[in-house]
């Protein structure tokens, strides 16, 4: 009896798919990230032909990357976790509660600013553990746990503000605190400062008649934004957890049959998306010198919208943080962008639920159709 090989393939001509090589059409489709760029390029031709031109110049971009580098920490965060087959809706609530820890660490307890830091993710550790113990323990669905933790931080947020602040749901006093400290510049502020300078004096990028330039440095979230993309794609493209994150989303009895530790890949990846919510929250706390209890109002939903259109798939098993990088830099610029244009801002939420069916239907249909995957 003789074997089928490749080098007499059945009558037909047909022979292994897995042996085919993809047409690159076939190639550039299966790219997970292939819809936030395509967003990403059909919204920037929208504002260059809607928007002041003003939108585009050094400083317009700056003005909508730190909003997008906000959100885009929470959506890596988010992507990394879908990717597992898990949900978060408690990041934004999560943003309210570090920042109440951080703020009360340092303007409370008066401890230094790298103590206050190290505390605020400490509670990240414990929130995310927690979050994972009981998904992983009890069988019920992350999408439900983490919606309890939605209302049950945001309800600490309020009684600990008031707490700290002697009756009011905001706390001062963040900046002044910090002010000094060695690690002030890595989380607040402009980075390249005196490369900006230096540029503005040669006459390389715009200046004000003072000869200062217009725009001082580069906001030093958006730079934790790029290392974040950059080091989480590596993670999931060049790693052996990345491949366990695969696998624990997209077969989770398969995976562990395979000596995958799926729990523990959930648990760490619960607490790294607290601690990109915590991250967001020192940032922003530092940058605003104060904290509230609407901080981080809606953005688990920003976030994980972002992490969609980037590519992740709601069931698990597929997604790109590059994907998310793009997506959310597709927020910003429509945050921002609208506020060049005579367009309404409430737009922006239209966009929002719009850019979500699209993104579910390009990635559960359109992508499925054509190259055959799920």
Same mark, same amino acid.
């Given at each position: 009896m003789s074997t089928i090989t490749e080098k007499n393939p059945p009558p037909g001509g047909t022979?292994?798919?897995?042996?085919r090589?993809?047409?690159?059409?076939?190639?550039?489709?299966?790219?997970?990230?292939?819809?936030?760029?395509?967003g990403l390029v059909l919204v920037s031709l929208f504002?260059?032909?809607?928007?002041?031109?003003?939108?585009?110049?050094?400083?317009?971009?700056?003005?909508?990357?730190? /909003?997008a580098a906000q959100l885009g920490i929470l959506a890596v965060g988010a992507a990394l976790l879908m990717i597992g087959g898990e949900f978060d809706l408690s990041i934004g609530s999560m943003v309210a509660f570090a920042g109440l820890v951080f703020g009360?660490?340092?303007?409370?307890?008066?401890? /230094?600013? /790298?103590?206050?830091?190290?505390?605020?993710?400490?509670?990240?550790?414990?929130?995310?553990?927690?979050?994972?113990?009981?998904?992983?323990?009890?069988?019920?669905?992350?999408?439900?746990?983490?919606l309890a933790f939605l209302f049950i931080l945001r309800g600490l947020t309020l009684v600990g503000l008031k707490w700290a602040s002697g009756g009011s749901t905001q706390l001062r006093g963040m900046r002044e605190?910090?002010?000094?400290?060695?690690?002030?510049?890595?989380?607040?502020?402009d980075a390249f400062g005196g490369l900006f300078t230096w540029l503005g004096q040669a006459g390389i990028i715009e200046t004000f008649p003072s000869g200062l330039p217009t725009v001082p440095g580069i906001p030093v979230e958006i730079l934790w934004f790029?290392?974040?993309?950059?080091?989480?794609?590596?993670?999931?493209?060049?790693t052996s957890f990345g491949n366990w994150i695969f696998a624990a989303g997209g077969d989770p009895k398969a995976a562990r049959k395979s000596g995958v530790p799926v729990d523990r890949v959930k648990i760490i990846?619960?607490?790294?998306?607290?601690?990109?919510?915590?991250?967001?929250?020192?940032?922003?706390?530092?940058?605003?010198g104060s904290t509230?209890?609407?901080?981080?109002?809606?953005?688990e939903f920003e976030a994980i919208i972002a992490a969609v259109i980037g590519g992740c798939l709601l069931t698990g098993g597929y997604g790109s943080a590059i994907g998310a990088f793009f997506g959310s830099i597709v927020f910003g610029m429509v945050l921002i962008g609208l506020t060049y244009t005579s367009i309404d801002q409430d737009w922006y939420l239209v966009f929002l639920g719009g850019m979500l069916l699209l993104a579910v239907v390009f990635n559960n249909v359109i992508r499925k159709r054509v190259t055959g995957e799920r």
């Open positions: 022979s292994d798919e897995r042996l090589k993809a047409s690159f059409a076939t190639t550039l489709l299966r790219r997970p990230e292939l819809g936030a760029v395509a504002f260059a032909f809607t928007a002041n031109p003003a939108m585009f110049t050094l400083a317009g971009v700056m003005n909508f990357m730190a /909003p009360a660490a340092l303007v409370v307890w008066n401890l /230094p600013l /790298p103590v206050a830091i190290l505390i605020a993710f400490a509670f990240a550790v414990v929130v995310g553990s927690v979050n994972a113990q009981i998904v992983l323990r009890t069988g019920l669905p992350s999408f439900i746990v983490t605190a910090a002010a000094g400290s060695i690690l002030a510049p890595i989380f607040s502020g790029v290392v974040i993309a950059l080091l989480a794609t590596w993670v999931l493209l060049r990846l619960f607490i790294v998306t607290a601690s990109c919510a915590t991250l967001v929250a020192v940032l922003t706390v530092l940058d605003a509230d209890a609407r901080r981080g109002f809606q953005k």
